[in-house]
């Protein structure tokens, strides 16, 4: 079945750096990726999303980059502040069932 | 402003009541899903749900039930709480699959259950 997993379970950055955060994904029949982050306390927030016709997407600070042939991909951001710290997932979605298919999470702390 | 609310963000049962965890969306989605969150799992989906009195098992249905009996409303119920269902309980609902280009799902704020 599909699995996906995040390279590390946590990242540690300085303020005003920017951070990657990489994931892997088994399904090469996965065509739709979206990016989470969990606040302390709070339900998962879409931060932006990408379909497997594209290889990178961007945001207001963050682009996705996706790689289908070596299935991974990675969320930028771009001078990292306070605020990004989080868990954050990257769960491939089944298009058959729209099921998202969550890993355990990198946790993003940002030293001040 | 999209919302999808839970009854409660805090809640305390002995083991073997039977609990009700609500979830509803102002979306007029018509899938619903429920999870459940643990350090070091992730989130693991309980069970789904495409339409109204629809529903599917998700990955860990055993020891949940679930209802919906409308379109907003989607009930997740534990019949006999255990310990091992002391757990963070997350709801989130999406619109049909390719209708507005995106399978993004809207969570809830999530209930914190904590079984005694």
């Known amino acids: 079945g599909e699995s996906v997993g995040l390279h590390l379970p946590t990242l540690s950055v300085q303020e005003g750096d920017n951070s990657i955060i990489n994931c892997a994904y088994s399904?090469?029949?996965?065509?739709?990726f979206i990016w989470y982050k969990q606040e302390s306390g709070k339900g998962p927030q879409f931060i932006i999303d990408?379909?497997?016709?594209?290889d990178k997407r961007q945001g207001q600070r963050v682009t996705v980059l996706l790689n289908k042939t070596v299935k991974h991909l990675s969320l930028q951001i771009a001078a990292t502040q306070p605020g990004d710290s989080a868990v954050y997932f990257c769960?491939?979605?089944?298009?058959?069932?729209?099921?998202?298919?969550f890993g355990q999470g990198t946790t993003l702390q940002v030293k001040p | 402003d999209v919302k999808v609310t839970q009854s409660s963000r805090y809640l305390v049962k002995r083991t073997g009541e039977k609990v009700f965890l609500e979830c509803v969306q102002d979306?007029?989605?018509?899938?619903m899903f429920w999870y459940r969150q643990d350090p070091g799992l992730g989130l693991r989906l309980i069970y789904f749900?495409?339409?109204?009195?629809?529903?599917e098992k998700g990955d860990i249905p055993e020891g949940y039930s679930v209802s919906r009996e409308k379109k907003e409303r989607f009930s997740l119920i534990l019949e006999s709480a255990s310990t091992n269902q002391t757990s963070m309980y997350l709801c989130?609902?999406?619109?049909?699959?390719?209708?507005?280009?995106?399978?993004?799902?809207?969570f809830g704020p999530g209930t914190r259950l904590t079984v005694t």
């Open positions: 749900s495409y339409d109204v009195k629809m529903k």
């Open positions: 989130a609902s999406s619109s049909i699959l390719g209708r507005v280009g995106s399978y993004e799902q809207y």
């Open positions: 979306m007029d989605h018509e899938n």
């Open positions: 990408i379909r497997s016709n594209m």
């Open positions: 769960p491939p979605c089944s298009s058959n069932t729209g099921k998202l298919i």
């Open positions: 399904n090469s029949a996965s065509d739709y």
